[in-house]
């Protein structure tokens, strides 16, 4: 079961209709991997204990800013099923204590890992932790089906995640020097629910910010 099963239409108003582009970017081994390292101290550790309260606050915390409004129409329930399942881990990183991003990962079926999620909350963007985070992210990635990801689940054998042009505008340089590699590309009209719908208002419209020429 993907992310994309889970999807509800949601609510209709304050939609703004924006052509975006989606790219799949795919890595096909761990000799890929180029890692960053940052010298600010950050931890990463998985989420032991499922939390639909904390899962969604984590997604509005660092999905706001770059329009994740898939899930915001979601209900307990729904939030319910996706946390609960053995091929889905998140992650949390903090520095100094505090929460500074997080990711999820699945493990599907025939070997691939998908990269959910993945992202800073704001305070933490411009200190060299993106790198570093991937890093994280992708050496556990690489790692799944073998250490987590529940019974029967098979060995990685590529590792991938989706991104648009509605993300941060380093997202996909920071992916293309991890190593990830283009492995196709989406142009295509959605409507795009207001992300200042989250818990409080943003100071500016994330949907108003220039695609990324990547």
Known sequence: MTQSEFIDSGPTAKIVRRTVITWTLRMSSPDRLRPARSDVPMRVERSQVPSVDLSRALYAAVGSQVCWTDRFSWDHETWQAWVHRESLG??????????????????????????????????????????????????????????????????????????????????VRNYLARGFERAESETADKGIPDPRLAPWPLSRDPRQVPASDL
């Open 90 to 171: 998140t992650w949390i990183a903090t520095v100094h204590g505090t929460v500074s991003g997080f990711f999820e990962l699945e493990v599907q079926p025939g070997g691939a890992v998908e990269i959910v999620l993945f992202g800073l909350l704001p305070q933490f963007h411009g200190q060299g932790l993106g790198g570093a985070l991937l890093t994280a992210c992708v050496e556990l990635a690489w790692r799944g089906g073998v250490d987590w990801g529940g019974p029967g689940a098979e060995p990685a054998s590529y590792v991938y995640l989706r991104t648009s042009s509605l993300d941060h505008r380093h997202a």
